[in-house]
Each structure stands twice: as structure tokens, then as C-alpha cells.
């Protein structure tokens, strides 16, 4: 990672704009680029996570103007093909130049996203002064007046992702949902657990300052996995059954020992699914497990047989934010969630490449960055 200049970002498609970038994040998911589980040979502006006030648009804009301001969902769609009718915004046909049908192969994956390297699209990112946004009429958000940057930075990722992870598992009121990972996106899904109408949510991980960070954020029973096993406690918490809900909000990149990262190399593996695996064991029997964590490959120890036994149902995949994002952001105007709590560092842009450092390594209590151009 380096700070450089490069050239103005241009219209190249009459439903351009451009954006001033007045925030951006670092993204959980920017550091498997970071840490080379999803490769970039070449340069990129990274970043899918940013907001700004429009500076210039195309001639076919029609819904902003220059000046507006707004946030960006991540994925980037068209708005008119088949799976963009149906909510399906990060599987767009049209975004992504390597798009295809099959799906989970280097030539063959869904719509594009800002700044996550050319299998997505090639599109530079937002963690920098200007970035070009497509398909600005159906993708852009105004942001109401009267909230600040920090309020609803996070309704471009984060929020729609952990909200996403509960919406997907179908709550019907009263369940205990328990979440492994405490890192941006679990606690926002624990956020979510209770607005969808959870009666205990349990938060896992292994490093006390998230723990005590989703605690006071999102309110949550927390379970330290290197203290205890967490399966056993869910499992003591319920009665011996296990969750209604489990969440896996870690994904490919959870902590693991050796022989886990020898047995990954010989096949092939991106990281591990040692959560997931986790995540099955802790559901109760009839229960739903959401993967809302990044998988970037196919893994030989998937848990088939144990998922078959116990009757799981599983939803999973990048989260649908322009179908959530206007609901989301109402819920942020009227008070009734609060975005902001989980920021731990805030830097200029050219302190970003000393602030990956820092979040990569987990160093001085960091959970979530935000740069400021």
C-alpha cells in the first residue's frame, strides 16, 4: 500500500458522476487484498466503503446534481437487468466485464465492486480524493439534512451487511442469535438481531477490546473463544439446543494454527472455514446459519453430512444493499440505530497506508478506520 497522485477520474459513460470523496473506511474485506487471499498484481485504488458531495455528472444523471450530497452502496449495478429487478444487486450482468454465470472461478463471478481488484470489475475504489461512480441515478443516496458523515457512512457496507445477515435467516421474533465476530460487521448484525426482534444476542471473539466494544455498542452477551468454548456455552445458554440463528461474520481469514494453514496450502484453500464450522455446531437442529463473512474458494472439509443431520437452512453472499439501503437510512434518521459508536480511529487519507497497518495487526484497540480526504 502507498500514497500516490494519480490522474482526475472522468465521465466515461453518460450515467457517471464524479464524487469528491469526504469520507471513507477501511474495509475487513480490503485486508484479504491486503494480505493477498484475493490477489491484485496490478495498481488499484482500493476502498468500497466512501461518500462524498457530486462534482460532476453525466448527461444521462438526472436524480443528483452537483453538490449533493450522498453515499455509495458498494455493489456496483446497472438497475435494469435480471437479477438488479429483483434485488439482487451484487449478481448485476452488466458491471462486471468478468461476470458469469458459474460463479467462484477467477473469469466467472458476479457484478462489480468498487476498488476489490479486476475479477470485480477493475473500477478503482474510493480511498481517495475523487472516484468515478456508475450508474449514479440507481445507485447514489442523498443523505439527509441534519446527519453527519460518521452517522451514515457505514449504511454503504457494514450496516446493510449485518442487517442483511439477519434478514436472510428470517427472524420471526424472540430467538437468540448468536454471532461470531466482533469486528464491524458482527456488531452490526448484533445491532440488527435486536431490532429484528431477538431475545438474547451473543457476540464471539477473541480479543477483549472487541468484545467489550460490542458490548457497549450493540449490547450484547459476550463470549471470549479463546476462554471458553463457545458452542458449549450457546449450548448451556439454550437449554442444550444450540442458536436459533448463527452468524459466521469472520469468513475465510479467522485465527488458525499451523496444521490448518499447511492442510489450506496443499488444497488450494483461501484461509479457513473454521468458523463456519464452528457456526454449525453452535445452531440448534432446524436452525439457520448465515455466512455473511468473505469465502473467496471452495474448501475439501465442508461439513455436509453434519448440515444434512441436523436440517440447516443456509443463506449467504454479498449483501443486497440498494434493496435495504432507504429503509436502513430512515432507521439512522429517526434515531433508532446509531452507526457511529464502533469508529476507533479517525486519519487523514495520507496516513491511510500506516492506518492498514494498524487495523491489519489489530493494534491499538483499532475496530473500524475512517479517512478523511
Avoid at 428470517?170 to 464491524?184: D, L, R, Y
Avoid at 434518521?333 to 494498524?358: N, Q, W
Wanted: glycine share 12%.
Amino acid at each position: 500500500m502507498k500514497i500516490e497522485n494519480i490522474d482526475m477520474p472522468k465521465i466515461e459513460d453518460p450515467r457517471d458522476v464524479i464524487l469528491k470523496v469526504t469520507s471513507t473506511a477501511i474495509c475487513g474485506s480490503d485486508l484479504h487484498i491486503y494480505n493477498g487471499l484475493i490477489p491484485q498484481p496490478e495498481k488499484m485504488v482500493l476502498g468500497h466503503e466512501f461518500m462524498g458531495l457530486v462534482e460532476e455528472t453525466g448527461s444521462d444523471v438526472h436524480k443528483v446534481k452537483v453538490g449533493d450530497r450522498v453515499v455509495v452502496p458498494f455493489p456496483i449495478a446497472c438497475g435494469y437487468c435480471y437479477f438488479c429487478q429483483k434485488g439482487l444487486t451484487p449478481h448485476c450482468e452488466n458491471s462486471n466485464p468478468n461476470y458469469g454465470p458459474e460463479g467462484g472461478q477467477v473469469k466467472q463471478k458476479g457484478g462489480a465492486l468498487y476498488g476489490y481488484t479486476d475479477m470485480y470489475g477493475g473500477y478503482n475504489g474510493g480511498q481517495a480524493e475523487y472516484v468515478r461512480v456508475l450508474y449514479a441515478d440507481f445507485n447514489l443516496r442523498k443523505v439527509p439534512e441534519g446527519l453527519t458523515d460518521d452517522q451514515v457512512l457505514f449504511l454503504t457496507d457494514i450496516f446493510p451487511t449485518g442487517w442483511s445477515a439477519v434478514d436472510w435467516a428470517k427472524p420471526q421474533g424472540g430467538e437468540t442469535i448468536a454471532v461470531f465476530g466482533c469486528g464491524p460487521v458482527g456488531i452490526m448484525a448484533q445491532k440488527s438481531a435486536w431490532l429484528r426482534g431477538a431475545d438474547k444476542v451473543i457476540g464471539i471473539d477473541l480479543l477483549p477490546y472487541r468484545l467489550k466494544i460490542a458490548q457497549d455498542a450493540a449490547n450484547s452477551t459476550v463470549i471470549n473463544g479463546k476462554e471458553q468454548d463457545p458452542v458449549q456455552v450457546i449450548r448451556d445458554m439454550t437449554e442444550g439446543r444450540g442458536a436459533d440463528i448463527v452468524i459466521d461474520a469472520v469468513g475465510m481469514e479467522a485465527d488458525r494454527g499451523l496444521l490448518d494453514k499447511v492442510s489450506a496450502t496443499v488444497h488450494g484453500e483461501g484461509g479457513t472455514i473454521e468458523v463456519f464450522g464452528q457456526a454449525v455446531s453452535a445452531v440448534r437442529r432446524g436452525g439457520t446459519v448465515i455466512p455473511i463473512g468473505v469465502y473467496g474458494t471452495s474448501y475439501s472439509n465442508f461439513p455436509l453430512g453434519q448440515i444434512f443431520d441436523k436440517g440447516l437452512r443456509l443463506a449467504m453472499g454479498q449483501a443486497t444493499v440498494q434493496y435495504y439501503i432507504d429503509d436502513l437510512m430512515e432507521l439512522v434518521r429517526m434515531g433508532k440505530v446509531r452507526l457511529d459508536d464502533i469508529i476507533t480511529h479517525k486519519v487523514p487519507l495520507d496516513e491511510g497506508v500506516a492506518a492498514y497497518d494498524v487495523f491489519n495487526k489489530k493494534e491499538e484497540d483499532c475496530l473500524k478506520v475512517v479517512l478523511n480526504p
